[in-house]
């Protein structure tokens, strides 16, 4: 018996053709109405479903009486309920890795817009402002030198510290949950608490997974704690960030500025964000290059096919379900 994908989102056309020659596969199209109902009507025949951005648990899922396993297309499962699908014996998986240099990239060009205000002047220039040479109230800050500190020294949060290291001469603060004494010595990291870093770094960049403990890391007490001159670069979730208590600092200079990929609420539609000219809004695309989304797909899908030909798959987040 053929099994069942549903292809929700991230894969082309072209990926879905060759998922074809072992499956049958549902691609909800917006062309046919409502993809929130097209999704729900697929579910209950579905064996894989591979795709990103859409959270899953038990109110979503409980018609879907036939589905092994959820292949995501992200490095990020916080939109899954990772105990409910362990509980129901559904793996997870997700894409590690391949997006790591994309990620790390992007953020490094949100401290580097942000600071030198490019997408700001962009803006001013493209206006017709650019009558004379620019003065001190459109200078931005040195990146080059400064204090760069990473919350979440990962994968991800190392490929930005190189950057900034070797790159841009910066020394570099990290804090987490335990000391990597690889990168300390790679990088000349030094470990120190949340709150020394905040104290001290001109970049503050926030790279950590969100969970429970990882929720609102960044409230009123933390921004305080920061240098009136520095940035906070958020890539990793937006509720790691209360975002009022962020507004209220970009808007009273308590920050001197910052760099957001990552919102409470995605998409962001509407928000007072939008009138700050020393914020840089990005729509979530830390990941979101051809080559890298290309390469995350294809992991995604050879995870999927593994799970669903009771193969172990290689990036499986919940191993417990896995007996094969
Ligand atoms: C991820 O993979 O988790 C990134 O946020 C891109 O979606």
Redesign the pocket.
Known sequence: MRKTVLAFSRITPQMVERLQQEFDVIVPNPKLGDIAAQFNEALPKAHGLIG?GRPLGEAQLKDAGNLEVISSV???YDNYDVDYLTRRGIALTN?PDV?TESTADLGFSLIMGSARRTAELDAWTKAGQWKATVGPDLFGSDVHGKTLGIVGLGNIGAAIARRGRFGFNMPVLYSGNSRKPALEAELGATFCALDELLAKADFVCLVVPLSDKTRHLISRRELALMKKSAFLINISRGPVVDEPALVDALQSGLIRGAGLDVYEREPLAESPLFALKNVVTLP?I??ATGETRTAMAERAMDNLTAALKGQRPADLVNPSVFKG
Do not use: K
């Open positions: 990103a992200s490095v990020g894409t997006l979530h830390g990941s």
